[in-house]
C-alpha cells in the first residue's frame, strides 16, 4: 500500500488548512488512519485518527480545530484544521495502523507553511 | 497527556560499538511502547513494540526493554546502516512520541 499526502503548502493565518491523503495498491476497510505531523525542529505530534466504520479520535491539545473524513470512493483521507497560526507550520502525514497500536505504513509527509 | 523524554538528542559512535537510547513517560505506560528507525526521505521503520517485541525481519542487534516510565532501545555492533533518527512512541494512552535521537559516525 502507499499513502500520498496532498494540498496547499501556503495556508494564511486564521485560515483553514485542508489535506488529502491519497491510499494505493489497497483499501480503507479494516484499518485505522492517522494524521501526524512534525514542526521544524520538533518530534511528531498525533493529530487524529479514524476507523473505516467512521469513528475518530482526536488529539485532545487539537480536537476543537480538528476534524479528520473519509472518502471511501476515492480511496482518501481527508484533513482538515481550521483557524491555523504559525504554530501550524509542520510537516504533514498520514499513516495507516491495523490496531490502535503500531503504524504500518507511512505517507512521505508534506509541508504545510502557515504565512501571510 | 504523557509526555516522552528522549535522550541524547544524538550521538557519536563507532562501528561496532552498543549505542544505548533512553526514552522517559511521564506517567506509566505499562509496555505501550514502540521504537521507529527513520532514514532521510523514507519513512519510519517499526523496529520494536510492546517494549520488547523484535518486529518480523529486524536485525536481532536491535533490542528493547523497559516497562512503566523507563523503556531503552540498544543497538548492539552498530552497522553503517543503523545510522539514522531513532524516536519512541507511546500508545498506551492517545499517542506521544519521543524528540528523535540522531545516530551519527564518530
Redesign the interface.
Known amino acids: 500500500v502507499q499513502l500520498q499526502e496532498s494540498g496547499p503548502g501556503l495556508v494564511k493565518p486564521s485560515e483553514t488548512l485542508s489535506l488529502t491523503c491519497t491510499v494505493s495498491g489497497g483499501s480503507l476497510n479494516d484499518y485505522y488512519w492517522?494524521w501526524l505531523r512534525q514542526p521544524p525542529g520538533?518530534?511528531?505530534?498525533?493529530i487524529g485518527h479514524i476507523f473505516s466504520t467512521g469513528n475518530t479520535?482526536y488529539?485532545?491539545?487539537l480536537k476543537d480545530r480538528v476534524t479528520i473524513s473519509l472518502d471511501t470512493s476515492g480511496n482518501q483521507i481527508s484533513l482538515k484544521l481550521t483557524s491555523v497560526t504559525a504554530a501550524d507550520t509542520a510537516i504533514y502525514s498520514c499513516a495507516r495502523h491495523p490496531t490502535?497500536?503500531?503504524?504500518?505504513?507511512?505517507?512521505?509527509g508534506t509541508l504545510v507553511t502557515v504565512s501571510s | 497527556?504523557i509526555q516522552?523524554t528522549?535522550s541524547p538528542s544524538s550521538l557519536s559512535a563507532s562501528i561496532g560499538e552498543r549505542v544505548t537510547i533512553t526514552c522517559r513517560a511521564s506517567h506509566g505506560i505499562s509496555s505501550?511502547l514502540?521504537w521507529?528507525q527513520w532514514k532521510p526521505?523514507k519513512?519510519?521503520k517499526?523496529l520494536i513494540?510492546?517494549s520488547s517485541i523484535l518486529e518480523s525481519g529486524v536485525p536481532s542487534r536491535f533490542s528493547g526493554s523497559g516497562s512503566g516510565t523507563e523503556f531503552t532501545l540498544t543497538i548492539d555492533n552498530l552497522q553503517p546502516d543503523d545510522l539514522a533518527t531513532y524516536?519512541c512512541?507511546q500508545?498506551n494512552d492517545?499517542?506521544?512520541?519521543?524528540?528523535?535521537t540522531k545516530v551519527e559516525l564518530k
Request: no cysteine; glycine share 12%; proline share 7%.
Open positions: 492517522s520538533q518530534g511528531l505530534e498525533w479520535k488529539n485532545p491539545s490502535l497500536r503500531t503504524i504500518d505504513s507511512w505517507g512521505q | 497527556d516522552m528522549q505501550w514502540a521507529y526521505g519513512p519510519p517499526l513494540y510492546k524516536f512512541h500508545y492517545y499517542w506521544t512520541f519521543g524528540q528523535g
